[in-house]
């Protein structure tokens, strides 16, 4: 009985990691890269000065 609840709980153990990584082992991380955007603002005379 002893050997029964070992292995169940192992195999509870196994799952619940199984679980937690399976989607981060999904992800693809090679595709995109950083996002550059352009900005053509005014500059510091946006800013509400009193």
């Given at each position: 009985m002893n050997r029964v609840?070992?292995?169940l709980s192992l195999s509870i153990l196994l799952?619940?990691?199984a679980a937690l990584?399976?989607?981060v082992a999904a992800q693809?991380?090679?595709s995109g890269g950083?996002?550059?955007e352009a900005y053509f603002?005014?500059?510091l005379?946006?800013?509400n000065t009193p």
């Open positions: 609840i070992r292995i799952l619940l990691f990584f399976a989607p693809d991380l090679g950083p996002i550059i603002g005014g500059g005379t946006t800013f």
